[in-house]
């Protein structure tokens, strides 16, 4: 490979192509963790470490991270980091952490899917998750995870399709809250929703349709499951069928004039957990 | 220009190079609009069409639009188009259109930054309106105006080194938004405030910090103006300290634990402006 002089650096090729990226990642098992505060975020969640490439100012900052490692800690200039990724990598710092085997939905909604370090959320089973359905932009999957944590929702559960949330760029717009959220990847799309509904979960299907029940009036219940569409279509018609409610963010009336006719889904996700904080809050 | 055969294509050349492009946008006073849809926003806003650069199957759906511009129209292959913007053109039809001077903060507050086809917000005096602090990311800037045109925000100010929402990256995260709210640009960063308040506004200005008034508990009055900062340092220490009030938005107790002490920024905004609505809702 031209741009990987040293067989230790095939980890870190050609990061901006996706498509490869994916399919070396997942023969691998390895995701790519960039900067030091999300590497400190991925070994302190407990992930191995396969090998750090990095430039030489970051070299004492990372020095206990990269204690051990030996000779798969790459220093190298920044000119042939860049080589090596296929774009100009700011954060001077990239490592390779390997993935490990996810829990089931079933292991996720019984509260099984804590981290070791977990702290509060250790071990009790959700109250609030997120659904997300077939969503293709890594960085929205980051920022809602990101949102999740800040807003206190306690797990996620991704459809088969929905795009991987240990990709860099997730990762990088999580800020690493992809390692502090347990989540979970269905094996079922079509009965996907029966599982939450069998462990007590209301599901509430978050459409842009304005004739639906504004999420603030919905009844949410000791459980409730949010469930997000992908950004171009929104929800499926089997899961919105599945549901048991579908729920609106009230838009102003004046939006559709400015040919607003929907929320992106970071920002509907950002108004939804704020909404289900505020609503278990008042139930409290 | 190796990549740009033909003079007339000048206007699209590299447009991922964000530095060429912000000097060669000011410099002849254009912006990029991309896709059938936000091209057809921003001529229904009134912009003028300096030339359009278009794959063969757009040229019937994108006809009216194309009608009168002669040899401005520019047909070409795929393979030309992705080598003139640099980019795999996705949406396949790229306009250079012509920028107008914006409407000062003083007209802006007044309501006179209103469109020509502005339909019900023309004319009024905004009563709710987001002022962006050196927010630097273009897609981030796009998706508030976004959030904005939802969610019942009349106009946005911008501080004098806020990022362009009419760079190509804006415009398309926006969805043609920015066509959509009236906006202006402060001159003076210093006493950018003053005029806020001076126009009856009362300035909340948003933090993470938990220790200041949950949004939802804020007073609003007839004319609420919110404050959001840039993406890494949130707002200047001197507009939190001009502002008449520092918001937050809770985050859930556990957030700390997991190593999230923020929201991103266009989460934060959406939340934000959901809650501008709400409270303007229960005070009507």
């Not at 370090?117 to 998750?129: D, L, T």
Request: with cysteine; proline share 5%; aromatic share 4%.
């Amino acid at each position: 490979m031209s741009n990987a002089p040293h067989p230790g650096l095939a980890d870190y090729a050609n990061l901006r192509d996706v498509e490869l990226r994916k399919s070396l990642e997942a023969e691998h098992g390895l995701f790519i963790a960039e900067g030091e505060k999300v590497i400190r975020r991925a070994v302190a969640a407990g992930y191995p470490v396969r090998s750090v490439l990095l430039t030489r100012r970051w070299v004492t900052s990372l020095a206990d991270v990269l204690d051990g490692l030996g000779d798969r800690v790459h220093v190298v200039d920044d000119e042939v980091m860049d080589a090596v990724a296929g774009f100009p990598v700011h954060r001077g710092a990239l490592a390779s952490m390997e993935r490990r085997a996810l829990p089931s939905v079933t292991e996720i909604l019984r509260g099984a899917g804590a981290l070791p370090e977990g702290g509060e959320a250790g071990g009790a089973a959700p109250r609030r998750v997120l659904v997300l359905e077939d969503l293709v932009d890594h960085g929205n999957v980051g920022a809602i995870f990101r949102c999740a944590a800040a807003l206190g929702v306690e797990a996620v559960i991704l459809s088969p399709r929905c795009a991987d949330p240990l990709y860099r760029r997730a990762v990088k717009v999580s800020m690493g809250a992809v390692f502090a959220i347990p989540y979970a990847r269905m094996t079922n799309w079509y009965d996907g929703l029966a599982e939450l509904r069998a462990a007590g979960f209301r599901t509430l299907a978050l459409t842009p349709d304005q004739s639906s029940v504004p999420l603030d009036e919905a009844v949410m219940g000791e459980r409730v499951a949010l469930l997000l569409g992908s950004e171009g279509d929104g929800l499926s018609s089997r899961w919105l069928h599945e549901a048991d409610e579908s729920v609106c963010i009230p838009m102003s009336p004046a939006a559709m004039g400015l040919g607003v006719d929907s929320l992106n889904v970071v920002a509907a996700a950002a108004i939804a957990c704020h909404g289900l904080m505020r609503g278990a809050k008042e139930r409290a």
